[in-house]
């Protein structure tokens, strides 16, 4: 098998590495691209076109939980649950989550600290995502 010009195999080895720079610059760009639009208070984006928003009461008891709607699933459904808290209570700590059947409904119930050191539990409405995974 006769060897390649030297030249060649360089602007070869070239035309490689300009292309892979190029493939990984758009997958860099397709990883950080957002998946959701602007957020505001009571709706928050969620991966693809499904939107959480929030209905219900105040979430001071079961009979007043706060209801999510729009969870595909049980990760969307919680991490919806410490966004309600972080708009409604800015500085909150979480402390501790529990499930909670009432009535043969599914609630969490989130405990969690707030910036001048109080305790307090909201309750939410976790039937629509709860066993979804």
Known sequence: M???PSGLVAKQRGD???????????????????????SSAGSIPSGG?????????DGSSTAQAVIIKGARNESDGVRSEYSWIQQ?????????????????????????????GERRTVFFDIGEFFGKF
């Open 88 to 116: 409604h209570f800015p500085g909150s700590r979480p402390a501790q989550q529990g499930l909670i059947n009432s009535n043969g409904r599914a609630y969490d119930s989130v405990t969690f600290t707030l910036a001048n």
């Open 16 to 38: 490689f590495m300009r292309s892979f720079l190029v493939l990984a610059c758009c997958l860099l760009l397709i990883g950080c691209q957002t998946t959701g639009g602007t």
């Open 2 to 4: 006769p060897a390649l």
């Open 49 to 57: 076109p499904t939107r959480i928003s929030y209905e219900g009461g």
